[in-house]
């Protein structure tokens, strides 16, 4: 812990021994697949938002409420920043984009995660380049240093640093929890003085059953390969609680061709098995009861394309740019 670190922590005993409650907003940005999610769910305590090696795993904006001491941190995990590319159906990826940069427009403050394995960081120049143009600045999370040496690490640093915008740098691993408590003190510490704005015992302002198709589209997300997670949606259709407590769930996973559904069930059945038995345990856990939850494949072509889908997700339907 630094001296910084021990203020922070300090600050927070006193203000939890006072009663004066914080509150705010911190976006969480970066490239895809930097750990943006994960640090988000370690933060908070349990998972509120899903992980892959893929990227663009996250599709919407996604609130974790991170309880510290008398603060309540509402982090605003948001789709990674990247170039959209140009044509075909690309709505999804203009949207993703764009309710990232809006979710740093709302924030009380901004943390940026950088990959710090990673050679080249085009996500994390955007960022940069953003904040410098906004006259704002964020707090740096070097992430992944359970996974890159000291000497990188410090070279990644020092690059950043002189860039200027950020107040603060913390090196962290959110896959094992390495430096995340100190993150914690710090962002309780930056959040305005006000009172909570939500329940103390929510976790996240995602909707249980929005919740529960996330995980089954996380589960695809690991069994297939290459471009075809990026084919599936997934909704909650009903959600029946039984006399016995146990929850009935029936879900729909969206591919848009013959073809695609044909993988997502695989030979016999047994991908589509597997999923469910990942997802249903997860599920539970998360529920804490007993979960049926049985899967159907929809053709939905075009989904990408639908606005009904943007709405569900709460993404604004963007219009289609004239390609070229
Ligand atoms: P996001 O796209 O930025 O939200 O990234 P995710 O949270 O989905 O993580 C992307 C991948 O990086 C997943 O495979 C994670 O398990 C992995 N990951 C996240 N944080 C760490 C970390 O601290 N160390 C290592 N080694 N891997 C991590
Ligand atoms: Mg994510």
Redesign the pocket.
């Known amino acids: 812990m630094t001296s910084e670190d021990k203020a922070a922590s300090e600050d927070l005993d006193r203000a939890c021994a006072s009663g004066v409650r914080r509150c705010g907003f911190i976006a969480i940005l970066?490239?895809?697949?930097?750990?943006?999610?994960?640090?988000?769910?370690r933060l908070v305590g349990t998972k509120v938002?899903?992980?892959?090696?893929?990227?663009?795993?996250?599709r919407s904006r996604v609130l974790g409420i991170a309880l510290v001491g008398a603060s309540q941190v509402l982090l605003v995990?948001t789709?990674?920043l990247f170039q959209p590319r140009q044509g075909g159906s690309r709505r999804l990826d203009q949207a993703m984009v764009e309710a990232a940069w809006e979710g740093a427009r709302g924030a009380d403050g901004i943390a940026l995660?950088v990959?710090a394995?990673r050679k080249t960081q085009e996500g994390t120049d955007f960022v940069v380049a953003w904040l410098r143009q906004h006259s704002r600045r964020a707090v740096l999370l070097l992430?992944?240093?359970?996974?890159v040496d000291k000497a990188r690490l410090l070279a990644l640093t020092r690059d950043l640093d002189a860039t200027g915008v950020f107040t603060r740098v913390f090196m962290?691993?959110?896959?094992?929890g390495?430096g995340v408590g100190d993150v914690a003190d710090w962002l309780a510490s930056a959040v305005p003085e006000g009172p909570w704005l939500y329940p103390e015992d929510q976790a996240s302002d995602m909707p249980t059953r929005m919740l529960a198709a996330e995980i089954t589209r996380e589960k695809l997300f690991w069994q297939l390969q290459q471009e075809l997670p990026y084919s599936i949606a997934v909704e909650t259709e009903t959600w029946t609680e039984n006399a016995d407590g146990s929850i009935r769930l029936e879900q729909v996973i969206y591919v848009e061709r013959e073809a695609q559904r044909g993988i997502v069930i695989g030979k016999g059945g047994q991908r589509i098995k597997q999923v469910g038995q990942l997802a249903r345990r997860e599920i539970e856990e998360i529920l804490d009861c007993r979960v049926h939850l049985f899967l159907f494949v929809k053709i939905r072509q075009k989904w990408r394309d639908d606005p009904g889908f943007f709405r569900l997700h709460g993404l604004a339907f963007p219009p289609r740019k004239p390609s070229g």
């Open positions: 970066g490239a895809p697949n930097v750990g943006k999610s994960t640090l988000v769910n938002t899903i992980v892959s090696p893929k990227v663009q795993t996250t995990d789709p990674g995660v990959d394995t992430n992944k240093i359970d996974a962290v691993s959110a896959l094992t390495d």
